[in-house]
C-alpha cells in the first residue's frame, strides 16, 4: 500500500446548474523507468479529458499539476494483465511522451478505472492476458461562439463555451490499500440491484475519503458500466463495510486528507464463490517448500512437482481446512505438501478482479523443486 504525496491534479463532472459533488483522484509517486521512443501496438485506446466536454461517463481524469496548467497533450501506453472481465489487474509503462511531465504516472493512477474488452481465447471466450492500453491526455482547448442575434436585451449577445476547463483539486490518494474489513460474498451478493440491474455484470468505481480509523466516508460514485442498472447506488451503501488498516493511515504525509478508489465488481447471481485474483499479503516460506519435497517423490528420481489445494478463506484473509486437489504428478504428495504450504498464507480482503474473499475457496497451486544434495 502506498500514500502517495500531493502531485496531481484531478478533474470531477462538470458543474451544473447546481454543482456535482467533487469526484477526485491524483498521481502516485511511483517510478516511471526509460521508455523506448516509440509506442508498442496498442489494442485499445482510452481518451483522459480535461474539460466538461471529453470526461463522458467516466467523470473523472487524474492529470500532472504542471501538464494541467501549461495545457500539455500526452501519450501514455501502459502494459497491464487484463483479467477475464476486462479489468486491469496490474500494470507497467510501456511508454511514455513526452517524458518527464508525469503522464506516466497518472495513467497507473487510472488503473482502477480502466475497463476494456477482454481478449479471446480460440473458442470466443474471454481469457486474462496482457494488453496494451494507450492512453491519450487530451489538454482542453477553450472556444468561445458568440450569437449576437435573438437576444432578449438590445446590445447584447449570447455566447457559448465549449471544452470549458473542468474544476481541479489535489488530494493524496491511496493506492492498493490493505483492508482489514471488506464485503463478503452474502453482502455483496444482497445488495446486487435485482430489479434493475436484470442479471447483467455491473462495475463501480467509487471514490471516497479514508478516515484517521480507517473507515470511508464522503463516497461519490466515479464510474459506473452499465450506467443506470443500479449499480452505482449498490456500490455507495457497501462502502461503510470497508475500513482500511489504521497503522497505514497515521502515515499519511503532514497530516493530509486521504482519498481512494474503491472498486467493485457485481456478478451475475451464481452460488459460485472462487476466488479467482487474490492479492496476496503474506505468502508461503521458500526455505519451507523444499523440506516438504514428498519422500517418495524424491525416490522415483523426480525433482519437481506440481500440488493444488482447495482452501476457505476466513474472514482475515488467511487460508483454512486445506485440502489437497489433484497434483502432476498425482498420487506422489505434491498437493499434501501445497495444502501445509498454503495453510500459511494470507490474501487481502477484496480481490485483483474487484470482489469479495471472505466466505469464499480459492485453489493455491504450488511448484515444488527438491534443491540438489550440494545445496
Known sequence: MMLAQILGVLAAAAPQ??????????????????QPRTSPPVDVTVSVGGDEDSLGTQEVSIWPASAYEARATGHVTLTCRVDVHGLAESCR?????????????????????????????????????????????RAPDTEFSIDDTGSAMPGAVNVEVSHNPVQMR??????????????????????????????????????????????????????????????????LKLMPEFR???????????????????????AAPSPDRTVLSPRWLVGFDPEAAPKLFPPE????????????ARCRVADDGSVQDCAPEAADPDGLGFSEAAAKLASTMKMNLWSADAGPVEGGVVHVAIRLNLRPASQ
Open 244 to 266: 482500511v488498516m489504521p497503522e497505514v493511515m497515521a502515515r499519511a504525509p503532514g497530516g493530509a486528507p486521504v482519498e481512494v478508489d474503491v472498486p467493485v465488481r457485481f
Open 297 to 308: 517423490a524424491a525416490a522415483k528420481g523426480l525433482t519437481s512437482g506440481r500440488g493444488v
Open 170 to 235: 489535489r488530494v493524496t490518494l491511496m493506492t492498493d490499500p490493505v483492508w482489514v474489513r471488506a464485503p463478503t460474498f452474502d453482502e455483496v451478493a444482497r445488495s446486487y440491484p435485482s430489479a434493475a440491474a436484470h442479471g447483467e455484470e455491473g462495475y463501480v468505481v467509487a471514490h471516497c475519503a479514508a478516515m484517521r480509523d480507517g473507515y470511508l466516508r464522503n463516497c461519490s460514485v466515479a464510474k459506473e458500466l452499465p450506467p443506470k442498472h443500479g449499480f452505482g447506488a449498490a456500490a
Open 93 to 137: 509503462v510501456a511508454y511514455e511522451a513526452p517524458q518527464g511531465r508525469g503522464f506516466g504516472k497518472a495513467a497507473l493512477a487510472l488503473r482502477p478505472t480502466l475497463k476494456i474488452e477482454p481478449a479471446k481465447g480460440p473458442d470466443g471466450r474471454p481469457v486474462a492476458r496482457e494488453m496494451n492500453i494507450g492512453l491519450v491526455f
Open 17 to 34: 446548474a447546481q454543482a456535482a459533488p467533487t469526484r477526485a483522484k491524483v498521481v502516485s509517486p511511483l517510478t516511471v523507468t526509460s
